[in-house]
T-cell receptor, first 114, second 114 residues
Framework: AQSVTQPDIHITVSEGASLELRCNYS??????LFWYVQSPGQGLQLLLK??????LVQGIKGFEAEFKRSQSSFNLRKPSVHWSDAAEYFC????????????FGIGTKLQVIP | DAGVTQSPTHLIKTRGQQVTLRCSPK?????VSWYQQALGQGPQFIFQ???????QRGNFPDRFSGHQFPNYSSELNVNALLLGDSALYLC?????????????FGPGTRLTVL
């Protein structure tokens, strides 16, 4: 069964500082990997996705993520955080082929301080 | 290009009642998935509909049922509501076999069971 672990429930960073959110997945083969962002009371917005090819994936809002097969990780990064980045971030894994069930992690809540 | 829409936005029910939530997929999409997001948790997969049939189901009881219409819109029905059914219900749409099955989410329906 596929699963996702986000070890950091809550992270606080200063505005302008760099950010890395951790994600580890469990899946029998090469998965589809996603990062979504959720603002309070809102739905999920796709930040970026990895399916194949280049292991460094660029997304919206200046985010990037790197797929590391050897570590079963897909960490999200941003070089300089803005106050508007404060939100909850979800890593997710999807199965390849057929009808896709996406499994989400518990989420990491990001707080940005001035 | 209309995104995924859901109705209603908020809903309050009492224990034992039944509820129907509605979802219209993003234009061009033919697959609808439903997720339950309890407070402080990541979304949990309920089921997925394609070609008007339930194709995959998560670990949810039979009280949760759904339907997909010929225009690809979908309904989620929950019978005999329990307090624990209080959650944000998210609908996601995708194109089967297209764009590597990326799911796009609606804003959700907030269900409160009293």
């Amino acid at each position: 069964a596929q699963s996702v672990t986000q070890p950091d429930i809550h992270i606080t960073v200063s505005e302008g500082a760099s950010l890395e959110l951790r994600c580890n997945y469990s899946y029998g083969a090469t998965p589809y990997l996603f990062w979504y962002v959720q603002s309070p009371g809102q739905g999920l917005q796709l930040l970026l996705k990895y399916f194949s090819g280049d292991t460094l994936v660029q997304g919206i809002k200046g985010f990037e993520a790197e797929f590391k097969r050897s570590q079963s990780s897909f960490n999200l990064r941003k070089p300089s955080v803005h106050w508007s980045d404060a939100a909850e971030y979800f890593c997710a894994v999807g199965a390849r082929g057929g009808y896709q069930k996406v499994t989400f992690g518990i989420g990491t809540k990001l707080q940005v301080i001035p | 290009d209309a995104g995924v829409t859901q109705s209603p936005t908020h809903l309050i029910k009492t224990r034992g009642q039944q509820v129907t939530l509605r979802c219209s997929p993003k234009s061009g999409h033919d697959t609808v998935s439903w997720y339950q997001q309890a407070l402080g948790q990541g979304p949990q997969f309920i089921f997925q509909y394609y070609e008007e049939e339930e194709r995959q189901r998560g670990n949810f009881p039979d009280r949760f049922s759904g339907h997909q219409f010929p225009n690809y819109s979908s309904e989620l029905n929950v019978n005999a509501l329990l307090l624990g059914d209080s959650a944000l219900y998210l609908c996601a749409s995708s194109l089967y076999g297209g764009d590597t099955d990326t799911q796009y989410f609606g804003p959700g329906t907030r269900l409160t069971v009293l």
